[in-house]
């Protein structure tokens, strides 16, 4: 059965200083199964007391995102150079603390930043090698479908997976429509996808731009933009997708405060959708 989770970067950034406390309260009047934890870079100084105290509030947490930096880092950094080192570390420490939060899917931004996928050569090589790791924790690596600025996210999936025929990776409605590939999904030609499971979780957000609109790429909640969000989750429940999806939706403010209602629309959607 699928579950709808809630990001915390939807609740938490940088308008509230990032108060993962704010969790435990809000969590309660969530209309949803639980979060899709995601790692900020400027945790990793109090990562054990993150972890102790995120496993004190009882939160269930079955899905983490990789800190975004890692990506960069890697778009910027051949694997055989020193500086690759510091990426793969800073993947395990979020391996370790995705096992200590119980996730057991992690999501990767495998290329990102102003060089994004510019090196390809550079995140296809570090793929294998994360990998790796991930699956010693006993976790599902996915490679998120985010936009490029040299070609597009859907080339670079199948450029993986021509030499990883096992990857596995999580769909972004706005990346893709970001890219107007959002349609791809339903072509026969891109079957596979869903047809040899290798989308294995769902980001839900809407986009109000058009063809690679740099200044309009926001996290909007369902109903905002442009996207037909009743044909996307009708087909997805053709396909018999029983796995995760993740509300990213930004809904806090200026001031930090947080919009609920605006996040319980967004889950109450999906579920009248059907899918669970």
């Not at 960069?72 to 051949?78: A, M, R």
């Not at 990857?167 to 047809?195: G, N, P, V």
């Not at 053709?238 to 990213?248: A, D």
Request: with cysteine; proline share 2%; net charge negative.
């Amino acid at each position: 059965m699928s579950e709808i989770l809630c990001s915390t970067g939807a609740i938490i950034g940088r308008p509230n200083n990032r108060d993962y406390t704010l969790l435990k309260k809000l969590s309660g009047k969530l209309k949803f199964d639980g979060f899709e934890f995601m790692m900020y870079s400027s945790w990793y100084e109090i990562k054990d007391k993150l972890v102790e105290e995120l496993l004190d509030m009882g939160l269930y947490i079955p899905v983490m995102h990789c800190d975004k930096h890692i990506g960069e880092s890697i778009s910027l950094n051949d694997i055989n150079d020193d500086s690759f080192d510091e990426a793969r570390s800073l993947f395990e420490v979020n391996c370790e603390i995705a096992d200590k939060l119980g996730a057991k899917k992690l999501v990767i931004h495998l290329w990102d930043g102003v060089t994004s996928d510019n090196n390809f050569n550079n995140n296809i090589r570090a793929y294998g090698i994360l990998k790796e790791i991930a699956d010693a924790y006993g976790i599902d690596l996915l490679v998120e479908n985010v936009v490029c600025n040299n070609e597009n996210p859907m080339k670079r999936w199948c450029e993986l997976l021509e030499i990883y025929p096992d990857i596995h990776f999580i769909f972004d409605t706005k990346m893709a429509d970001f890219h107007e590939q959002l349609d791809l999904l339903y072509e026969e030609e891109y079957s596979f996808l869903w047809r040899d499971g290798h989308i294995r979780h769902y980001h839900v957000n809407d986009y109000g731009g058009g063809y690679m609109e740099w200044d309009k790429l926001k996290s909007l909640p369902i109903g905002s933009g442009h996207i037909d969000f009743e044909k996307f989750f009708l087909f997805v429940k053709k396909t018999g997708y029983s796995h995760t999806f993740t509300v990213e939706a930004t809904a806090f403010d200026r001031a930090g405060s947080v919009d609920i209602n605006m996040l319980n629309k967004c889950f109450e959607f999906i579920k009248n959708c059907s899918l669970l």
